[in-house]
Nanobody
C-alpha cells in the first residue's frame, strides 16, 4: 500500500522546466513537513526544498533558490515542486518525504533526511541534458 507517490520526473534540456508531485494516500499532510530530496550517483541524499503544511513556510537549498518553487495543494493532498531553468547538475533521483517536525525545529532540520522516519516516496528520475 503506497503512502507517498512521487511523480513528474523526466528528461529535459538545460533551461527547461519540470513539475514534480508528491501525493499522500491513507493519511493527510496536516501537521507534516513535506520535503523533496535528491540523490545523484555516488552522492548522498540532499534536501532540495521543504514546506510546512500547517503554516505554509517554505525552505530551499541555496543552489535552487529562485529556480524551484514548492507549494501545497489542499484539495489533492499533494505537494508540488516546480523546477525552472534546470541545469545538468540538477540531474538526480528525486524523493519526497513527510514527517511531523515540531515547528520550532523545522527551519533547522527540514533538509536532514535522518529526520524523516515515517514516509518516503519511491523516487522519480530527473535528467537534464546540456
Amino acid at each position: 500500500d503506497v503512502q507517498l507517490q512521487a511523480s513528474g520526473g523526466g528528461l529535459v534540456q538545460a533551461g527547461g522546466s519540470l513539475r514534480l508531485s508528491c501525493a499522500a494516500s491513507r493519511f493527510t499532510f496536516d501537521s507534516y513537513t513535506v520535503a523533496w530530496f535528491r540523490q545523484a550517483p555516488g552522492k548522498g541524499r540532499e534536501g532540495v526544498s521543504g514546506i510546512s503544511w500547517s503554516d505554509g513556510g517554505t525552505y530551499y537549498t541555496d543552489s535552487v533558490k529562485g529556480r524551484f518553487t514548492i507549494s501545497r495543494d489542499y484539495a489533492g493532498n499533494t505537494v508540488n515542486l516546480i523546477m525552472n531553468n534546470l541545469k545538468p547538475e540538477d540531474t538526480a533521483v528525486y524523493y519526497c518525504a513527510a514527517e511531523r517536525i515540531p515547528s520550532i525545529f523545522v527551519a533547522s532540520t527540514w533538509s536532514d533526511p535522518r529526520v524523516y522516519t515515517h514516509y518516503w516516496g519511491q523516487g522519480t528520475q530527473v535528467t537534464v541534458s546540456s
